[in-house]
Nanobody, 125 residues
């Protein structure tokens, strides 16, 4: 059984940084694409970033481009999302996800098979 567990969420002031981590067990991460999504109450889960299996290619949502960096370490079966220059609009529950969607579906939450429980990120002004 595949298990994903996020850590690193918390509260920070605008302009600050946080680093989220995602530990994967039960499956070799190198076989899966890894993504981060976020969700606020009453809204759909929103794509944030994805990094492909090899770690060479990554894609970002326009709203966080240049501020967030996604990475992965296949030797440790972990992924991470470095978030800099945080703004209040980044406040959400952040989820890591893993799966093998085709390129056309990388940004769709329903294309991922495995999910973490989520971690809260709160950015105050």
């Amino acid at each position: 059984q595949v298990h994903l567990e996020e850590s690193g969420g918390g509260s920070v002031q605008a302009g600050g940084s946080l680093r989220l981590s995602c530990a994967v067990s039960g499956r070799t991460l190198s076989m899966l694409n890894m993504a981060w999504f976020r969700q606020v109450p009453g809204k759909e889960r929103e794509f944030v970033a994805v990094i492909l299996r090899s770690g060479v290619s990554s894609f970002y949502a326009d709203s966080i481009k240049g501020r967030f960096t996604i990475s992965r370490d296949n030797t440790k079966n972990t992924g991470a999302l470095q978030m800099n220059s945080l703004i209040p609009e980044d406040t959400a529950v952040y989820f890591c996800a893993a799966g093998a969607p085709s390129t056309a579906y990388l940004k769709r939450s329903d294309a991922y098979d495995y999910w973490g429980q989520g971690t809260q990120v709160t950015v105050s002004s």
